[in-house]
């Protein structure tokens, strides 16, 4: 007894029957997911229980003490200290050149140099404030060349390439590089109050050179 093949291709599960297997699935996990299901386990945080089984979050703190009261802000003290500092910094404000070289004297223990009352004459014309604490960096940066020999200083400069030359009252220079005609347009505005000089100029705006520290020191002693 022979079996004949069937001659039609086997048929694909119905549409309906794809339904009805997604939503056994669907309420399986509904079944899983929800109230009385299988709970998924939590790892949220329990404050530890103290050995009489109380929790610490539950059991009472003591307060802190008061933080101590001020009178005001700490900043306020820094600006009525900075204020009596500037106050008595302005006091010692010089209205006389015999002030003026009273209090240079003080400060710098030497005399005022030569022009002295020609610059202080000319600063009060500008309206300007001479206190002497005021050029304190201007000293401290001239410090060490007062422990130069003034020739070895001549020398130094007449070698710079760029410089100006103040003579009988006249600024000059040879050099057309721009820097050097803007300072002399500056040096031009009072060169009748200047006496004879030669003025290095150093183009760069980071310094021609560093001297040792064991020199430095030298002069500063010297100085």
């Known amino acids: 007894m022979v079996k004949l093949a069937s001659t039609f291709a086997p048929r694909r599960p119905t549409s309906a029957l794809r339904y009805a297997i997604a939503a056994v699935f669907l309420i399986s996990l509904f079944c899983y997911l929800g109230p009385g299901g299988h709970q998924i386990p939590s790892f949220s945080y329990k404050p530890p229980k103290t050995h009489d089984g109380v929790n610490d979050d539950a059991s009472p703190k003591k307060a802190a003490p008061p933080l101590p009261r001020q009178s005001g802000h700490p900043i306020d003290d820094l600006i009525k200290k900075a204020e009596a500092t500037f106050d008595d910094m302005m006091a010692r404000e010089a209205r006389t050149v015999e002030d003026a070289a009273k209090a240079y004297r003080e400060r710098r223990g030497r005399h005022p140099p030569p022009g002295f009352e020609t610059w202080f ?10 206190v002497e604490d005021f050029f304190d960096q201007i000293h401290h940066d001239l410090e060490p060349f007062w422990g130069i020999e003034p020739y070895r200083i001549r020398k130094e400069a ?10 009988d009252g006249f600024a000059n220079t040879t050099s057309d590089w721009f820097w050097t005609q803007i300072w002399l347009d500056l040096f031009r505005t009072i060169e009748d109050m200047l006496p004879d000089m030669d003025i ?19 002069y500063m002693e010297k100085a």
Not at 158 to 167: G, H, L, Q
């Open 200 to 218: 290095a100029l150093n183009p760069m705006d980071e310094p021609r050179m560093v001297v040792p520290w064991e020199d430095m020191a030298q």
């Open 121 to 130: 004459n000319f600063a009060k014309n500008k309206r300007s404030i001479v």
């Open 158 to 167: 007449a070698s710079y390439e760029m410089f100006i030359t103040v003579r």
